[in-house]
């Protein structure tokens, strides 16, 4: 079949996108579905930082590329060997598929998934398919196993979670990256408890669906630090009980200042090292720092060494929130339909297909929370 989609085919172009145009939106030709996949038409996708950083360069992909990662979709072909899907399922994709069977995903920690990794590095799918070719008839690369900037793409079912159809994609969409990371971060990772502080540092989609989160989880108190009034201001909306501008303020020294000697907790998204070494500060004696960020690949981070064991300090790295795709988005959209989880809120902007390098402009400008491509517009 044709679909229209938007295709990486150069890494690092200057900003502003909107006049470099990175993302082409070109028809491609999309073989149907092989064994173990799904044919999914796309309804939402959105914008993520993880993206934006394939299109700086900052984390390399095989090009040319179908770029995208988060999205929630209508399943219309199940290719053969496939239990579990019909037509007409609601599927919410999982960027790492995950193959079930290696240690990682048989203890449990199936975002570790090494097929997975290795199927994503490559720009190919579980199996080995590679679904996508131009008029040329050149091949092009699945992005994270989804590539859902696209009317419609092939996906392993292993990248697929089913859920209810009576959620709005726009909102459904957020569930695949934003809020399963930053959630996840928060109860699979970090495992807050009622009462225990935590401080977000870095308030874009992933960060505010983290404060989500903790809010959920009753931390206390809950800070939230950005450079960023406007997302300040919503984070307190949203139930941060303080506001740290970073700009004007030292964060660490406000926190611990707040906190009398720092958080159980601190949760990084921001994808700096200097941002990391001030979260790991500002935790207290005993306190955890979870990093959900991904910095450019030779950037280093350092602590104190004798901290970590004289303080019993602990850094811990979260991937897509440490989740069980299958288990935890299910529960995640049931807190969201009970008011715990208003993730409605982190939607800024609903954008077309053809407006997407737009739409990463405001991403790197800070403009923006979450932008969705609504596939009906």
């Known amino acids: 079949?044709?679909?229209?989609?938007?295709?990486?085919?150069?890494?690092?172009?200057?900003?502003?996108y909107a006049g470099s145009r990175p993302l082409g939106v070109e028809t491609l030709k999309l073989s149907g579905p092989g064994a173990g996949e799904l044919l999914v038409r796309v309804l939402a996708?959105?914008?993520?930082?993880?993206?934006?950083?394939v299109i700086d360069g900052s984390r390399p992909r095989p090009l040319p590329m179908v770029l995208g990662h988060e999205a929630v979709g209508e399943v219309l072909e199940v290719g053969r060997d496939t239990p579990g899907f019909q037509p007409g399922d609601r599927v919410v994709f999982s960027f790492v598929p995950m193959c079930g069977h290696c240690a990682p995903c048989a203890s449990g920690r199936p975002v570790l998934c090494e097929p997975g990794a290795l199927a994503n590095a490559e720009g190919r799918l579980l199996g080995g398919a590679r679904h996508w070719r131009d008029a040329d008839g050149t091949r092009l690369q699945h992005h994270l196993g989804v590539?859902?900037?696209?009317?419609?793409?092939?996906?392993?079912?292993?990248?697929?979670?089913?859920i209810e159809r009576d959620l709005a994609p726009t909102?459904?969409?957020?569930?695949?990256?934003?809020?399963?990371?930053?959630?996840?971060a928060v109860v699979n990772t970090a495992r807050v408890r009622p009462g225990e502080g935590v401080a977000v540092f870095g308030l874009g989609g992933v960060g505010l669906a983290a404060l989500l989160g903790a809010v959920a989880a009753s931390a206390h108190p809950l800070v939230a630090v950005d450079v960023v009034p406007e997302k300040l201001a919503l984070a307190r909306s949203l139930g941060a009980t303080h506001c740290i501008d970073a700009a004007t303020t030292d964060p660490v020294e406000a926190i611990r200042e707040i906190t009398r000697g720092g958080v159980e907790h601190a949760i990084e998204?921001?994808?700096?090292?200097?941002?990391?070494?001030?979260?790991?500060?500002?935790?207290?004696?005993?306190?955890?720092?979870?990093?959900v960020g991904l910095p450019a690949p030779d950037r280093m981070f350092s602590v104190p060494a004798v901290s970590l064991v004289a303080e019993e300090r602990c850094v811990r790295g979260s991937y897509m929130g440490s989740a069980v795709p299958s288990r935890d988005i299910p529960r995640?959209?049931?807190?969201?339909?009970?008011?715990r989880?208003?993730?409605?809120?982190?939607l800024t902007h609903t954008l077309s297909l053809d407006g997407v390098n737009e739409g990463f402009d405001r991403l790197a400008a800070g403009t923006a929370i979450r932008q969705v491509i609504a596939f009906d517009t």
């Open 1 to 16: 079949m044709k679909v229209r989609a938007a295709v990486l085919r150069e890494m690092g172009r200057p900003a502003p």
């Open 45 to 53: 996708a959105g914008l993520c930082h993880s993206d934006l950083s």
């Open 147 to 162: 590539s859902c900037f696209s009317e419609c793409t092939v996906v392993s079912a292993r990248s697929a979670v089913r």
């Open 171 to 184: 909102t459904a969409a957020l569930f695949g990256c934003a809020v399963m990371t930053g959630v996840g």
């Open 269 to 291: 998204s921001v994808g700096n090292e200097r941002v990391l070494a001030q979260a790991y500060a500002a935790t207290r004696r005993g306190g955890t720092t979870i990093t």
């Open 332 to 339: 995640y959209i049931a807190l969201h339909r009970s008011g």
């Open 341 to 346: 989880l208003p993730v409605e809120r982190l």
